[in-house]
């Protein structure tokens, strides 16, 4: 195994996927075997779904012991939900390797605007605020290259397999592999995994070198019988939910204009025995997974909106059905806004996919006890 450390230093990744040298770190010492439980750190935690997923398959026995998170929204939802008896972490570009507590797993959903369809995908060279958010995972690479944890977990957009022609995707991988990692990949859709959402996304699991992970596969399908109508809250919904009718001609002339354009962008109606769109949140990502409920409902605005409510009994899901989507169980606390929820869970991940690859992992860390 090639690992690095003072004569070796962790290499850095440039915009054409070149290696550079970096300063030097010292590398942690470890062993293979562990005799109490798993310790987990929680990188770009967003509201903690990754950690959810993991939680569940370790049955509890995954202890997180550090949590990373720059969006105070998302915090707030985390905190609402997560006890931890230390604070979250916020820039991850500011904090010292040498301050994290030792691991064995790294769960990291690095960002995936840099490479999303829908965005710009602008990879390596997207800037955010100050942020460039596709080289944010070489804090990934630099946080494990230092505490040489027995797996990293990653989660992304599907088009991070081939942005700049799948070269992106080699970088990262090649990253991992250099500090020491076997890596496996596979694209997953969570409309397999008992929810009825079509969200393709790239998982990449990386083990240790020194761990035999020659047993390792990703999960095959669990259940794909799941349909809308299994998520949608009770009757009656608020009638916040449903699209005036001045609205609704917006989004009819919104769609025709790019019909007319050739682009495949407009709003969508979800029929109950179907699945959602993947959920993103920008965008028109509640407008492409409108339903229509006629079930009991109130026609008597309760926010300002421009006409009346449409008689179509045409709606936006609510939160609460895309926490569903998303995998959420009822007990997960929605403590913020709409327009801050939506955002968190278009951005988070579908925990059943997480808990049924977190199963396999679990299954190759049970042989090195």
């Known amino acids: 195994m090639e690992g690095y450390g003072p004569q070796n230093p962790l290499p850095i990744v440039d915009c054409e996927g070149s290696i550079k040298s970096r300063r030097t770190v010292r590398r942690t010492e470890f062993k293979v075997g562990f005799k109490n439980e798993i310790r987990s750190i929680d990188l770009f935690a967003g509201i903690g779904g990754i950690r959810m997923g993991f939680d569940r398959a370790f049955d509890g026995k995954c202890k997180t012991v550090f949590v990373s998170e720059w969006d ?14 230390f604070e979250i972490s916020g820039d991850i570009t500011k904090i010292n390797e040498a301050d994290i507590p030792p691991f064995d797993i790294c769960l990291a959903g690095f960002p995936c605007q840099a490479f999303s369809m ?25 946080i494990c290259e230092y505490h040489k944890p027995k797996v990293i977990f990653c989660e992304n957009v599907k088009g991070l397999t081939i942005h700049d022609k799948g070269r992106t995707f080699k970088v990262i991988k090649g990253a991992f592999e250099q500090i020491g990692y076997k890596v496996f990949d596979k694209v997953l859709n969570s409309k397999d995994f008992g929810v009825p959402q079509n969200r393709e996304r790239i998982y990449i699991v990386a083990f240790r ?14 259940d794909d019988t799941k349909r809308i109508r299994d998520i949608l809250d009770p ?3 608020p009638s916040k939910y449903y699209i005036s009718d001045v609205y609704m001609e917006t989004l ?12 495949g962008f407009g709003y969508e109606i979800r029929p109950m025995d179907g699945i959602a769109a993947a959920i993103v949140c920008g965008g028109m990502g509640r407008e492409r997974n409108l339903v229509k409920d006629p079930r009991e409902h109130s026609m008597v ?4 909106i421009k006409g009346e409510i449409n008689k179509e009994d045409i709606r936006k899901m609510t939160p609460r059905e ?11 606390k929605l403590p913020l806004s709409d327009v801050h929820l939506y955002k968190q869970f278009g951005n988070s991940v579908t925990v059943n996919v997480i808990e049924a690859i977190a199963r396999n992992i679990k299954g190759i860390l049970d042989g090195v006890r």
């Open 209 to 222: 070198n020194d761990i035999d992970c020659s047993g390792f596969k990703f999960p095959e399908p669990t």
């Open 322 to 332: 895309w926490a569903r989507l998303q995998g959420f169980p009822e007990t997960y």
């Open 118 to 142: 829908a965005g710009k995908r602008m990879g390596f060279e997207d800037d955010f605020k100050g942020m460039s958010r596709g080289t944010l995972f070489q804090d990934v690479v630099r």
């Open 252 to 263: 009819r002339r919104h769609r025709a204009h790019h019909e007319a354009l050739g682009h």
């Open 301 to 304: 605005p309760t926010t300002k």
């Open 72 to 85: 105070e929204y998302a915090q707030k939802t985390y905190r609402a939900n997560y006890d931890d008896a």
């Open 235 to 237: 009757a009656p919904i």
